[in-house]
Structure formats: C-alpha cells, structure tokens
C-alpha cells in the first residue's frame, strides 16, 4: 500500500510540475488582441521581470510555408514582428543583455545575420515597422541562438524564466533569438 501511495505522489508531482513548466517559462498576461493595419494579429502583453513590468506590444504574423530567411533577411534590419513597430515600454530601468535601458518606450529591432542575431532598441515609437532611424538606436546587443524543439508557425516575442534568470526571447520558425534580460541595479 504504501509504495502504491509513493506511486501515486510521485505521478501526481510528476504532472503537476510538466503542467506547470510552460506556464513558469513562458508567464505571460496577455492584455489585448487586435487586428493589424497590415493583416496581422496584434498582441499586447505583460511580464514581470523584477518589480518591473515590461509590456510588448507587436504583430504577430505566420510563416504560410514562406521561409524565415525571406521574411527576416540577413543583414537587414528587421521589424521584428508585421505591421507597426514592436513596442517595448518598461516601468524600471532594465538591463538588456549590455545594454542599460532607462525606463519607458521604445522601438524592437532585429539584425538578422549569419554569424549571429543582434537586438536593437530604438528611441523612436509610434512608427510603421519598417520605418527605421540608425541614428535613434539606444544600443544593440548580440543575441544567442537555438532551435526550438517544435517550430513556431507564428511569431512570438516572449519573456521566459529559467535557473539563470529571465530571458528576452524571439521564437518563429524553428528557431529561437534570446538575450538575458533583468531590473538594473
């Protein structure tokens, strides 16, 4: 009887904590879905990282059997999402990979390129995506890389929690963008 009740517990913990992985890796709340001027799905969402919220708000388009590298070229400068700009507003100053972000608004890019992706925040908001200023980048940081174990159909911009921390990640395809993210001290 009671290595049938150890059983038990064990499987039932076993469940619990593989139900409750995505949701501690991934949590997010998310705040609105709305059409794109473009097309695609607009999602608002909110994390935690510290005491500090970090809303992104961006389009959310799919890969349609187009590929990744036709979408996000390398060495240009990509929305990083479809239709407006990515928006990332931070009620704390954050630290992003190397780079110090100061509290408040700005503008998601991505630098797709063989030998690596870079992240770039940008101080100018409230643009069509495609509409990108060098001279307003607050900074660019190297991002590192994986493959995703089942590929993303549609992109999504996430923060996650892992043992070392929480990371600012980017998923489409099967692959994932990612970069630590933190409160600055």
Same mark, same amino acid.
């Given at each position: 009887?009671?290595?049938?009740?150890?059983?038990?517990?064990?499987?039932?913990?076993?469940?619990?904590?593989?139900?409750?992985? =995505?949701?501690?890796?991934?949590?997010?709340?998310?705040?609105?879905?709305? =059409?794109?001027?473009?097309?695609? %799905?607009?999602? !608002?969402?909110? *994390?935690?990282?510290?005491?500090?919220?970090?809303?992104?708000?961006?389009?959310? %388009? *799919?890969?349609?059997?187009?590929?990744? #590298?036709?979408?996000? %070229?390398?060495?240009?400068?990509?929305?990083?999402? #479809?239709?407006?700009?990515?928006?990332?507003?931070?009620?704390?100053?954050?630290? @992003?990979?190397?780079?110090?972000? =100061? #509290? +408040? !608004?700005? !503008?998601?890019? !991505?630098? %797709?390129?063989?030998? +690596?992706?870079?992240?770039?925040?940008?101080?100018?908001?409230?643009?069509?995506?495609? $509409? *990108?200023?060098?001279?307003?980048?607050? +900074?660019? $940081?190297?991002?590192?890389?994986?493959?995703?174990?089942? =590929?993303?159909?549609?992109?999504?911009?996430?923060?996650?929690? +892992?043992?070392?921390?929480?990371?600012?990640?980017?998923?489409?395809?099967?692959?994932?963008? *990612?970069?630590? @993210?933190?409160?600055?001290?």
């Amino acid at each position: 009887m009671r290595n049938r009740l150890l059983t038990w517990m064990t499987a039932a913990m076993a469940a619990g904590v593989l139900t409750l992985a =995505p949701m501690t890796a991934l949590a997010q709340k998310v705040v609105k879905t709305t =059409p794109g001027k473009g097309g695609s %799905p607009h999602e !608002t969402v909110e *994390y935690q990282v510290g005491d500090a919220t970090v809303t992104v708000v961006y389009g959310r %388009p *799919y890969l349609k059997g187009r590929s990744l #590298a036709t979408l996000a %070229p390398n060495d240009k400068v990509w929305r990083t999402g #479809a239709d407006e700009a990515t928006t990332l507003i931070t009620t704390k100053d954050l630290t @992003i990979g190397t780079l110090a972000v =100061p #509290a +408040g !608004t700005y !503008t998601l890019y !991505t630098l %797709p390129a063989a030998s +690596g992706w870079k992240l770039i925040v940008n101080k100018q908001t409230g643009q069509w995506g495609t $509409v *990108y200023q060098e001279g307003q980048d607050l +900074g660019r $940081v190297n991002l590192m890389s994986s493959k995703l174990a089942s =590929p993303a159909e549609q992109l999504t911009i996430a923060i996650a929690k +892992g043992s070392g921390g929480q990371t600012l990640e980017v998923h489409w395809g099967d692959m994932r963008q *990612y970069v630590p @993210i933190s409160v600055k001290k």
